[in-house]
């Protein structure tokens, strides 16, 4: 009985240890496929990456053709109307058919010509207004350039740390699989000169395909961030190192920010806000503006008739304009006006996301903070330290094989865990300067 259920619990084994090892192959053959994709490696710091960024990324470069189209606008307001020149002349001379024929295009002071020279002039300050909605359009142009910037740094940052990060539990798994691998050749040995169970060393190898199998799920999570790295630099086949001084960031600390503070800097230096308060002025200026072109505009004009008025050489100036009966641009002045009314509602509405941003950026920072102080940084060293007594111990039979698969497993989970802690440490401080809009917390790399 007991012997046909360890056979049956071998054939579970078996079974199992297929699957995984199917799936490890699969697995493993898109990642090696992926990793072809990147061609040349490079180790960059976040000071490199980010100058590089500001310089290659194709959505900051687009935008900066948006400013500079917005400033062409403004030129265009400043220019006055054109002049406006009209000559007449007549084509056929009727008055010579008495004498058997007619004259073309008649120069002479029988025939007709007639010139005028024209120019409109725009009262009630158009022009200007119009200058001044350019003006304020231009600036909203280059705060929708800085907001974009704000959040594609934070998304540059946000990887290069996740790629720093990720490599180090890659590491851990490194380790514990080359430890592994030593482990069961070891085992192989043995069992073949009839030392130890097959299911024990079924065991070890399903234990090793698991850790090859999660390895690789990190590993996927590698290619597809430096996929968007790349992005974002704008670069191909280029798989990038991130360099930096983890340490460093031991020193990073809340304890001296204070919330309101935060909240006010975040007023001044955000610049989806600043966006909202320029369509604010934006929309205060197209009112007055609107209320102008309700104000007609004056064209004078002078000319020359040599015929066709009631004195040979007619020489004349005139003036015209508009009379406002009908059209007094009534209904612009209204959307003008709610279009401002609008506005007005959008930065109080702007003002209060800024200050739930900041609020909750600053308790993520305080949390993540509290959790890595109680964090013991010798804590991975001391588990390297045991890690090894653990190995010992198993090879001398000291301890059983589920206590040693627990310890690894634990190990493992416990550094996983601690590098995404440090992730997430980082990436809450760099939050908190995204959301205010200022770098107010920074780490020396």
Not at 184 to 207: H, T, V
């Amino acid at each position: 009985m007991n012997s046909s259920l360890l056979k049956l619990e071998s054939e579970k084994i078996i079974m199992t240890l297929k699957k995984l090892l199917f799936l490890s192959l699969a697995l493993l053959s898109v990642n090696l496929k992926g990793q072809e994709v990147f061609k040349d490696t490079l180790k960059l710091t976040i000071q490199q990456a980010d100058s590089a960024f500001i310089l290659q990324n194709l959505a900051l470069l687009s935008e900066k053709c948006n400013i500079n189209s917005a400033k062409a606008q403004i030129i265009q307001a400043k220019l006055f109307t054109n002049i406006t020149v009209a000559a007449t002349q007549n084509v056929i001379n009727n008055e010579y058919q008495a004498k058997g024929g007619q004259k073309w295009l008649d120069m002479t002071d029988k025939g007709e010509t007639s010139a005028q020279i024209q120019k409109l002039f725009r009262l009630a300050g158009k022009r200007n207004k119009q200058i001044q909605i350019a003006e304020l359009t231009a600036s909203r142009e280059e705060q929708v350039y800085f907001d974009l910037l704000r959040s594609l740094k934070f998304s540059l940052r946000s990887d290069f740390y996740n790629l720093y990060y990720l490599r180090q539990i890659i590491r851990v798994y490194d380790k514990e699989i080359a430890s592994m691998h030593k482990l069961i050749d070891g085992y192989q040995s043995q069992f073949e000169k009839g030392f130890i169970s097959k299911k024990e060393l079924l065991r070890l190898k399903s234990a090793l395909f698991s850790l090859e199998n999660e390895k690789i799920g990190f590993t996927t999570q590698i290619i597809s961030t430096q996929n968007d790295f790349n992005v974002m630099m704008h670069t191909t086949n280029i798989y990038y190192l991130p360099q930096f001084d983890a340490g460093s960031m031991m020193k990073l600390s809340p304890e001296n920010l204070k919330l309101q503070v935060l909240i006010d800097t975040a007023y001044v230096h955000r610049y989806d806000l600043k966006m909202a308060q320029s369509d604010l002025n934006i929309n205060t200026a197209n009112l007055s503006y609107q209320k102008a072109l309700a104000v007609p505009d004056l064209t004078l004009s002078a000319g020359w008739d040599k015929n066709g008025g009631f004195i040979h050489n007619y020489n004349y100036i005139g003036v015209q304009i508009d009379l406002p009966f009908f059209n007094r641009n009534q209904g612009n002045i209204k959307s003008a006006r709610f279009n401002l009314e609008s506005s007005q509602y959008k930065v109080k509405s702007a003002e209060d996301i800024v200050k739930s941003d900041v609020l909750g950026a600053y308790a993520n920072v305080l949390e993540t903070n509290k959790l890595y102080n109680k964090f013991d940084n010798t804590f991975i060293a001391d588990l390297d330290t045991l890690n090894q007594e653990m190995l010992r111990n198993f090879e001398k039979k000291n301890i059983s094989l589920i206590e040693f698969l627990d310890y690894y497993d634990a190990y493992k989970e416990n550094a996983v865990q601690l590098n995404t802690l440090l992730y997430n440490r980082i990436n809450a401080f760099e939050n908190l300067n995204y959301t205010i809009g200022k770098d107010i917390i920074t780490c020396k790399y």
